[in-house]
């Protein structure tokens, strides 16, 4: 269901197949078994600085929630597959190291929310539509995924364009209105677009901890609606005390 | 004060007469009865639907009704009354973030204070482009700004430097500049061709069909903390959970 490779300093994350890559538990935790791997190769390796692009095959990135397979036991799925998002954008958030989606395809509903739960989002120009469907579908939406809405998209008018109005967003406009952060004509130059700034940030050479930390910080309503603990002013008190013994005095 | 009347799915409540539209407990009764035989006419015959508020004259409205308030004869008095109007005004705001259908306000005239306030609580504002200003009038009258208000304000104007124009500043905003500002969504020429476009969009926006409680729903989960200052509870998870296992 999906595949992880490394280039240079990136682990790649693939959705394989040329599905719509729908979210279902399994789907969500073969992306979860990779994301724990990506977790502990970077805390082995010396290399430094990593980052993760997360892409995927065929004409979708992610159309969303596996409505077929919910409908199939309505009084139990529904919650499987909201709890198993949950989860897998709690793991996203807490990555110790950047995080970028290469949005290669189709991105609608839940889908939306596995993309803008990276720190970057690189889309495909020339095909495809970032598309909120629930209102056109009448699904409400619950508010821990709600959230990484008002997050990531601040703006009143988009927010509304996109989630009241049902818009299907083109990756130009979607780049305009900050829903994203680059069109790239091409999925593969999308992808090679996100990798090379994958490469970019790894570069930097980021302690993981600290990163996944400040961007929890960053998100702290998203992520207290999905369960995760922010460290604590100990723990980040802790955490400074150690990185300013590692550093040169000329770099303070 | 408030006139409403149907056209096939668009609901059009009309502020009516020549004057300043100021809202005093009447205009406000009389705004929330027709908000509540929307819902009631809805609520009968679900589908997709849509409103439209305009106004007649040269104002959209220029905001609560402080000569009747400072006629109370002392300050804490008038005070009294102006509380009272802020409080009646309140329930309104809640009215629209939670009503069942995409809603347009067209603004075909001067909104200041609680007008501005009653034009933003749409989700689209259309102004006509020849004459009018969008206006927050209270730091030059000396008046606080309720608690909602700022959270109203918050909520619908993103960009930090145009709060603070509208807010600390109390700039009047021609409608060029609250588009450009992103304030309102469009400015079309004279009052009657912003009705015109307020309805076309409305139109539209009702042959969408959505489901006007998960409209309603998603309204508020996309501005909780503008809901939560007019006392708008949010949907739980169960609740949702229901609704989303009923369109499976």
């Known amino acids: 269901m999906c595949t992880l490779e490394k280039r240079g300093r990136v682990y790649l994350l693939t959705l394989t197949?040329?599905?719509?890559?729908?979210?279902?538990?399994?789907?969500?935790?073969?992306?979860r078994s990779a994301l724990a791997r990506v977790r502990s190769e970077a805390a082995a390796s010396s290399d430094g600085g990593a980052a993760l692009v997360t892409a995927a095959e065929g004409k979708f990135f992610s159309n969303g929630f596996d409505l077929a397979w919910a409908r199939a036991s309505p009084s139990l799925r529904p919650g499987l597959m909201t709890a198993a998002l949950h989860r897998t954008l709690a793991d996203l958030l807490s990555l110790p190291m950047p995080t970028i989606a290469a949005v290669t395809g189709h991105v609608s509903a839940a889908g939306c929310f596995l993309a803008l739960s990276h720190d970057y989002v690189v889309m495909r120009a020339d095909r495809g539509f970032f598309y909120m469907s629930e209102v056109d579908i009448g699904l409400p939406i619950v508010d821990s995924l709600m959230s990484v809405m008002r997050a990531k998209i601040p703006d009143p008018r988009t927010r509304r364009d996109v989630l009241l109005r049902g818009k299907k967003v083109t990756a130009a406009e979607a780049e305009a209105r900050g829903i994203v952060d680059r069109a790239v004509?091409?999925?593969?130059?999308?992808?090679?677009?996100a990798i090379a700034m994958g490469e970019e940030l790894a570069a930097r050479n980021w302690d993981g901890e600290v990163y996944a930390s400040i961007r929890k910080g960053l998100f702290k309503e998203v992520c207290k609606g999905l369960g995760l603990e922010e460290a604590s002013g100990e723990e980040a008190a802790a955490a400074a005390a150690a990185a300013l013994t590692k550093q040169p005095s000329s770099k303070l | 004060m408030f006139a409403l009347e149907r056209r096939d799915r668009v609901f059009v409540l009309t502020i009516t007469g020549d004057g300043e539209h100021r809202l005093n407990a009447d205009a406000i009764a009389s705004l929330r009865s027709s908000l509540?035989?929307?819902?009631?006419?809805?609520?009968?015959?679900?589908?997709?639907?849509?409103?439209?508020?305009?106004?007649?004259?040269?104002?959209?409205?220029?905001?609560?009704?402080?000569?009747?308030?400072n006629a109370a004869g002392t300050p804490s008095a008038s005070r009294q009354r102006l509380s009272s109007l802020v409080a009646l005004f309140?329930?309104?705001?809640?009215?629209?973030?939670?009503?069942?259908?995409?809603?347009?306000?067209?603004?075909?005239?001067?909104?200041?204070?609680?007008?501005?306030?009653?034009?933003?609580?749409?989700?689209?504002?259309?102004?006509?482009?020849?004459?009018?200003?969008?206006?927050?009038?209270?730091?030059d009258?000396?008046?606080?700004?309720?608690?909602?208000?700022?959270?109203?304000?918050?909520?619908?104007?993103?960009?930090?430097?145009?709060?603070?124009?509208?807010?600390?500043?109390?700039k009047k905003?021609?409608?060029?500049?609250?588009?450009?500002?992103?304030?309102?969504?469009?400015?079309?020429?004279?009052?009657?061709?912003?009705?015109?476009a307020a309805l076309r969009m409305a139109k539209e926006l009702a042959a969408r069909n959505w489901d006007g409680g998960v409209y309603a729903t998603i309204r508020m989960g996309a501005f909780p903390e503008a809901c939560a200052a007019v006392g708008l509870e949010e949907e739980g998870d169960e609740e949702k959970g229901k609704t989303f296992v009923s369109k499976l």
């Open chain 1, 17 to 31: 197949g040329t599905d719509e890559h729908r979210l279902n538990p399994m789907l969500l935790d073969a992306v």
């Open chain 2, 36 to 69: 509540a035989e929307i819902r009631s006419q809805v609520a009968a015959a679900p589908g997709g639907y849509a409103l439209v508020t305009a106004a007649e004259g040269r104002f959209f409205s220029n905001g609560f009704d402080l000569a009747w308030a």
């Open chain 2, 141 to 170: 009258i000396g008046l606080p700004f309720p608690d909602y208000f700022m959270s109203l304000m918050r909520a619908k104007i993103a960009d930090i430097r145009t709060l603070r124009d509208v807010t600390l500043r109390a």
């Open chain 2, 90 to 139: 309140r329930p309104v705001v809640a009215d629209l973030l939670s009503l069942p259908m995409p809603t347009v306000a067209a603004v075909t005239g001067h909104a200041a204070a609680a007008g501005f306030m009653l034009a933003i609580s749409h989700d689209y504002a259309v102004m006509r482009g020849d004459r009018g200003v969008l206006y927050m009038s209270e730091l």
């Open chain 2, 173 to 196: 905003f021609s409608a060029a500049e609250a588009e450009a500002r992103g304030i309102v969504d469009s400015v079309h020429g004279s009052a009657a061709e912003t009705v015109e």
């Open chain 1, 185 to 193: 004509v091409g999925a593969r130059e999308a992808v090679e677009a």
